[in-house]
């Protein structure tokens, strides 16, 4: 599938490769023991390693390490035994140390895929790398015009740079990668995909080309925030490079910034090269070399990944693809999902989650960890419609009181007295008191108008409150019509 630059006069098909920056899920940072709690007062979590005081010296935390393991596992990437950290020298005010600690040529870890599926086609993205580097400080300037200030709480905190291959076509593709990485990284737990927090964010590198040409010059888009911003910022960098191109111009190679809202990206610097920071080894850090034993311990205990978890839930429960992946984007999604169809009519439970659930979380403003409708009421609201003390329609209530209330369905089915009526004697009678009110429509349906059934099914129904048994209602009407 390609996609066309909107306004565009020639055929151009947009060249795209991310660089996520992925805050790892830690108590402590990189190479200090101080806390990455979020939120914190500012420089209130800064050990001298972090405020980079002469002499303090790095040590590397395991569970950091782990974490990029994890997820490079996940990602069914090569995992580097041996890696190695640079030096990467920059001046600013939110680096004390005057670089950062990186991975340029040695990364943990190396070539891996992420899967994504964009109307109905499944497309495998390369992902080049993942290596870990240290976070930089905050620096603030909204507070007053004449100062700025520096928070270096994030200083030092332990990021995972996964680095795409330029194998992304359109700003849909680019938006399918991110949810699905972000998905595969709460998955794993490696890192919370909060974008708005910050602990996920976007380089977007963008080219245009002609169909079959060779790759053309990129521009990168720094520091992109949300799925949203990432998908704009594609769409409106082809489009500019495309007006340049073909306005006999040439796209030259910087680092442009996305401004959220003019919609527009705009130059900030010529693109820097490695060789501008004067990457070094660092001379403090050994090579990192993992055992191969404790990878393949951590990989035996890696969850159940979002792509394996909706093929077995197609196979297993018999959804449609389509279905299966809405219910496995988000694990605590899937793991309700799977209580309620637990013995239970796995379509049904799949409906109600992903209708009436979906719905009365979006109306309630909740998620589904804190939904007001627990798997287990839900489950038991699917128990009363297939034991038929319910029918589907009263269920529709029953499950909105179940929002309203907390309560269970049982107990809202008896103190509001819905329980399908069975009694052939109460359904006869409502069907006599229709029939008598209408006995005009009677007339036409006997003479052949046979649309009317609904319209008889109907009036018994609202005799009944709702509650009776539609096949026994549906049964008794047709015996007594043909009468
Ligand atoms: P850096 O940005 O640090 O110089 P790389 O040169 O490795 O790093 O490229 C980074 C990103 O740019 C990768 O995600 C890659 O897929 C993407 N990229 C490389 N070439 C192009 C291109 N011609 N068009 C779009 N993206 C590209
Ligand atoms: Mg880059």
């Known amino acids: 599938m390609s996609y066309t630059v909107a306004g ?23 190479f200090s023991g101080a806390s990455t709690e979020f939120g914190a007062e500012p420089n209130s979590q800064v050990s001298f390693v972090d405020a980079g005081f002469p002499g303090m010296l790095p040590v590397i935390n395991a569970e950091c390490v782990a974490q990029a393991v994890r997820t490079g596992l996940g990602l069914d990437a090569q995992i580097n035994l041996v890696s190695k950290f640079d030096r990467k020298n920059y001046f ?66 332990a990021l995972m740079e996964i680095v795409s291959e330029p194998d992304i076509r359109s700003p849909e593709e680019a938006g399918a990668y991110l949810r699905k990485l972000r998905s595969i990284l709460r998955y794993l737990g490696t890192c919370d995909g909060n974008m708005e927090e910050g602990s996920m964010r976007a380089d977007v590198n963008v080219s245009v080309r002609k169909h079959g040409e060779p790759f053309r010059t990129r521009c990168e888009v720094k520091n992109v925030n949300s799925i949203r911003y990432v998908m704009h910022a594609v769409e409106v960098e082809a489009r500019r490079q495309v007006d340049v191109w073909e306005s006999g111009g040439e796209v030259r190679q910087e680092t442009r910034l996305y401004d959220n809202v003019r919609g527009e990206t705009r130059s900030m610097r010529s693109k820097e090269n490695a060789h501008d920071y004067r990457y070094f080894p660092d001379p403090d850090l050994l090579p990192l070399v993992l055992e191969e034993a404790w990878v393949a311990e951590l990989k035996t205990h890696l969850p159940e990944l979002p792509d394996a978890k909706r093929a077995r839930f197609v196979s297993q429960y018999g959804l449609s693809p389509y279905d299966a992946a809405v219910l496995v984007a988000e694990q605590a999604t899937a793991v309700f999902f799977e209580s309620v169809a637990h013995g239970r009519d796995a379509k049904a439970a799949a409906n109600w989650v992903m209708g009436d659930l979906f719905g009365a979380l979006n109306r309630t403003g909740r998620t589904i960890e804190d939904s007001p409708v627990s798997a287990a009421a839900l489950g ?95 049964e008794a009407l047709k015996t007594r019509l043909a009468a």
């Open 8 to 30: 565009a006069e020639g055929e151009w098909e947009i060249v795209c490769g991310l660089e996520v920056h992925a805050q790892v899920t830690s108590q402590a940072k990189l």
């Open 92 to 157: 600013y005010a939110d680096l004390p140390q005057g670089y950062q600690i990186s991975q340029l040529y040695h990364p943990i870890v190396g070539a891996g895929h992420v899967e994504i599926e964009v109307e109905g086609e499944t497309r495998r993205i390369g992902v080049t790398r993942l290596h870990l580097e240290q976070d930089a400080g905050k620096s603030l300037h909204d507070q007053d015009p004449s100062r700025s200030f520096i928070d270096l709480n994030r200083s030092g905190v």
């Open 380 to 474: 038991e609201m699917l128990d009363l419609m297939a034991d038929n003390t319910i029918n589907g329609r009263i269920a529709k209530d029953v499950f909105e009181a179940m929002v309203e209330t907390g309560d269970m369905p049982g107990a809202i089915v008896e103190a509001r007295g819905l329980r399908q009526v069975t009694d052939t004697g109460a359904i006869d009678a409502a069907i006599e008191a229709v029939i008598a009110a209408n006995g005009d429509k009677v007339e036409q349906y006997r003479g052949g108008k046979e649309k009317l059934f609904g319209f008889f099914v109907g009036q018994v129904m609202k005799a009944m409150a709702g509650k009776g048994n539609p096949a026994l209602v549906n």
